[in-house]
């Protein structure tokens, strides 16, 4: 079954720390991932995505991922976090005929000041 | 241009009552989601309407559950005889084709 996975239910950092959230993926075949975020009170927005091509994708504020076939990955990764990142972040990836997303658990980040 | 809109934002219910809940998608998206984020499940995935093609309903939990997806834009989520172990932000989402899935705000039900 087509599953994702986010091992970190809860990552503190103080401000400036770099950031690497993990995520992993079951799927066979063609696989689409995507990284959302959820700021406190708002609703879910899209962080960056991947489809093909550069396995490095960049998205919205500093942030970016790496598809890693051979490891099933594709870890949010951010060099320099801020407070304004705190928020719950979920890995979620679709494949094959599948349109639905699947989602990972989440992870929660809190940035210290 | 405006986004996935959802209404009620918050509905409070009493066991054993239906409600419905709106999603009003993305002007000429094509592609409508259900998903239910709860404390215990996480987001989890519940019907997809593309096109006029016949929904995927796989994701329903209950005969309880049903949606339906008007003239290929509105959607009405209903549910029957609710439960407490209803209660959850219930979310929408929309995409143009095989994209990228814009969500709505959610609609939190809390049924008593």
Redesign the interface.
Known sequence: AQSVSQHNHHVILSEAASLELGCNYSYGGTVNL?W?VQYPG?????LL?YFSGDPLVKGIKGFEAEFIKSKFSFNLRKPSVQWSDTAEY?C?GVSGSA????????TQLTVLP | GAGVSQSPSNKVTEKGKDVELRCDPISGHT?L?W?RQSLGQ????LI?F?GNSAP?KS?LPSDRFSAERTGGSVSTLTIQRTQQEDSAVY?C?S?SG?E???????TRLLVL
């Open positions: 995507f959302y708002q609703h879910l927005q899209l995505k979920f979620a349109r639905q997303l699947t989602f990972g658990s989440g | 592609a989601y998903y996480g987001l989890e995935f997809y593309q995927d994701g979310l989402a995409s095989w990228t899935q814009y969500f709505g705000p959610g």
